[in-house]
């Protein structure tokens, strides 16, 4: 090859290599996707956490701490007192067994008694606020629970007006949005309104799209794993966990 053609090889060479796409980053952080959506790993080893209790995803920490950081200096003068504190994060598929069963069986109460319930009405009045084994974003790493599980806190003379206000207005420039915003606007369909559950959306829409197709693939299965299970329809986990704030899905 002469020294003119060797030069042409190497600056095409270079070009290819420029106009190749960067390789996205694994989503999935090394974890078997089948797993990792309903929660079938060890969060402790991979999720971590500087406020509160929850554990959430590396990526998704970075920018929760922006968000807070951006809270703390509007609240300081608003001489507001609520700080953000982080009620849950990452749950396990086990962790949500237990809830799930324990709402099932009576030995966690709910705002409505089991008492003389067919195993189906049960099964909707647990969906009202939890997710079924499997079906929850709490296993994604990306969804946080702040400050009170009471809707009232954060609402019009709560202790959290000020920072639900305040989400409102800011939580999207970090990326966060809040999954179950009012019931009406989901055409009255999945979980209940929860002013505190706040979801990472540009990773969680991803995480969303996948469980979807998963699921329609059958290759998440529901069926005799847990407790009430056998009542479920095969559409209902797709309502519940589609049934979200548009804000939250891919744009
Ligand atoms: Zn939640």
Known sequence: MSLN????????LFIYIYCQPIVSEDIYLGIPKEKYLIGEYSGAKIHKNRIGEGYMRPDVLEAFEKMVSAYEKDREVAKNSEKIIVKSGFRS???QKVIWEEKFTGKRKMKKSIESKKPEEIVSLILEYSSAPGT???????DLDL???????FEKGGK???LYNWLQKNAKTYGFCQPYNEYNERDNKGYFLERWHWSYQPISSKLLG?????YKEKKILL???FLGSETM???MPITYVSSINKNCKEN
Request: proline share 0%.
């Open 5 to 12: 053609y060797r030069i042409i090889y190497i600056f095409l």
């Open 93 to 95: 598929y086990y962790d």
């Open 136 to 142: 929850s974003r709490h296993h994604w790493g990306t």
């Open 147 to 153: 400050n009170s599980f009471e809707n009232s806190y």
């Open 160 to 162: 959290g007006e000020f």
């Open 210 to 214: 996948d469980w979807l197709d998963l």
């Open 223 to 225: 069926k005799g794993k």
């Open 233 to 235: 329809s095969d559409e």
